[in-house]
C-alpha cells in the first residue's frame, strides 16, 4: 500500500513539473484557436494602473501552417488585422505573416516574409527576409492568449501593446461597452506585463540551454548555414537583375522619356504652397468650383488659367484674390503665408 501512494505522489508530482514546464511558442501555439480575437489595450498611466479599452479592429487567426524552412518543427502563422474580418476575401493585402524567430527554442513569433519571388522561392528554398521596419512586431502566444508586441529589440526592452482574447461569438453594443468599461480591471487581474515578462525570462533561459545541444543534433547545424546561404544567394540574384536592368538601352530609354515628361509637365503647371496657418481655396478663373489647399500642404496647377486664392470655401474667382496669372508662373513654386 506504502508503495503505491508513493506512486500516485510521483506520478502527480511528474504532472505538476511538466505543467509547469516552460514551453517554446509553437508548442504554446497549439492552444490558440482559429477564428476572431478582442485586442484588450495595455497602455498604463504614469502610476503603472491599467487605463484599460479594447482596440476598434477585429483581429482574426485564420491559418497555422508548416514552416517552410522547418517543416514540422515550427509553424506560419498568418493573421488578418482589419476592422472588417468577415470578409478575408476583400482584405487580402491585410494578411500578416509570422514567423519563429529561433529554430530550436522561439519565444516570440515575428512578423516576415521571405526573400525573393515565388518562382525562386521554389527553385532554392526559402529564408526570412531581414527586414528592420517589421522585426519588431512579434506576437507571442501564452495560456491561450496571445500578447502583440512592438519596438522589440530584446526580451528586457519591447512595448506590450494588447493582449488578445478568442472571440467565440461575435461581441458589439451594450455587451461590448461593459466590457470596455470592466477592462481596467480585468487587466489589473491579469498583470500582462509581469506574466508575459516572467515567460520571456525562462523561455530565454531554456533557449540559451537547448540551442547548443540542438546544434549537435542531425543536420541542425547546416540548418541555419543553408537559410542564409539561400538568403545571399537570393539577394544576389535580385541585385544583379536590378544593376542589369538599369544598365539596359530599354531602361536609360524609359528613364529620358520619363524625364522629358516631367520636364513638360513641370513647364506647364504652377505649385502653390499654402504656410498662411489656415487652408486655401483656389478658384480657375471664370469657376465657382475650388480645390483645397490644408495648411502647410501645397497643390500643381495649370499655369494656363489665371489663378485665385480665397479663404472662403463657398467663394468664387470673381470674389478671390489673384495669385497666378496665365502664363506668367510656369514651372514656378508660389508661396501664400
Known sequence: MKKILISITLIVLASWVTAQETKHQTQELESILFGNYLAYLTQQDDSGNYEGGIDNLVYKLLDKQDYRVQPGEHKEVIMLFRADADKPEEFKNDEKMYLPDHPAFPITYIQKVYEGNEKMQKDIGYA??????????????LDGRIFILQDWVDKDNYTLVAVMEHQAKKVGGLKKMKMVMKSPKKMKTMQPHTQLQNYLDKAYKKQQEIYPKWLAEGNNGSLEENTENIRKLIIDVINKQRTDWMNSEEYKRIKERNRHAEQNRSESTVTINNSSGKDVYIYVEGSKNSSRISTNGRASFSC?????YSYDANGSANSATLIVSANQNCGEQIQID
Open 304 to 308: 494656363k488659367s489665371n489663378l485665385y
Open 128 to 141: 526570412p527576409r531581414i527586414n528592420s521596419y517589421d522585426d519588431h512586431k512579434r506576437l507571442v502566444f
